[in-house]
């Protein structure tokens, strides 16, 4: 018997060695993987590209600002040749007024960052140095058109001081004039937990203030305000 009980037992087959089971969150851990690096690669060159136009615009405004001096140095040179009647006192004050509205602009929050601030300091620079070559004329214009820039400025920041910041907004130094691409809510805040204010149909123009993360302050051409997601605007053509 004990014969026949030792064949039965080497008769028996071995168990199958199974294979350790999968963690049950594998498949979805790779494939999230993937879909972030993909992501992250589509994201890196999106910001490639807008660097490279960002890079095009830089280009642009300074050939424009080049441009612009250029005129106002022919202009100057023009009132020298000619000789105009401005007088030393008239160049002396009008710089002085210019002074005054570029020290205005300097005291209000945001005036230094502002795009015409650069842009008086400049004038400023050019009527003293028209000065210095005894060309009053051509002070008297470079002061001026400084003052005006200073005055353009203040008129700006005045009428965005409005709208008081919210913890994290920043404020665009110069209104963006942008379209929607979409039909889109303006809402009262920024986030969706705001209540709508309005609604612009695909391709209204708005202006554009300041942002808060992903949202963007705006103002139609009726007077409206609030605020939109940033992917349903782009800039116009």
Wanted: glycine share 8%.
């Amino acid at each position: 018997m004990a014969a026949a009980l030792l064949a039965a037992c080497a008769a028996k087959p071995a168990p199958v060695a199974m294979a350790p089971a999968p963690p049950p969150d594998t498949v979805r851990i790779v494939d999230t993987v993937h879909v972030a690096a993909a992501a992250d690669r589509d994201l890196e060159q999106r910001v490639a590209m807008l660097q490279l136009q960002l890079l095009g615009k830089d280009a642009e405004i300074a050939d424009l600002r080049e441009q612009v001096d250029a005129a106002i140095r022919e202009v100057v040179r023009s009132m020298a040749r000619l000789q105009t009647l401005a007088t030393r006192a008239e160049a002396a004050s009008a710089m002085a007024e210019a002074e005054v509205a570029v020290q205005q602009l300097e005291t209000r929050p945001g005036g230094r960052t502002a795009a015409e601030y650069a842009q008086a300091k400049r004038l400023l620079e050019m009527s003293s140095g028209e000065f210095n070559r005894q060309n009053f004329g051509g002070s008297v214009y470079l002061a001026n058109q400084a003052k005006t820039a200073a005055s353009t400025a203040r008129g700006r920041l005045a009428e965005s001081a409005g709208d008081s910041l919210l913890p994290g907004e920043v404020r665009f130094s110069v209104p963006l004039r942008l379209r929607l691409t979409g039909r889109g809510n303006v809402r009262n805040g920024p986030g969706t937990r705001f209540g709508v204010a309005f609604t612009l149909e695909r391709g209204a123009v708005v202006l554009a203030h300041s942002y808060s993360g992903q949202w963007v302050r705006v103002s139609d051409d009726q007077g409206r305000r609030g605020w939109i997601f940033h992917n349903l605007i782009t800039s116009v053509k």
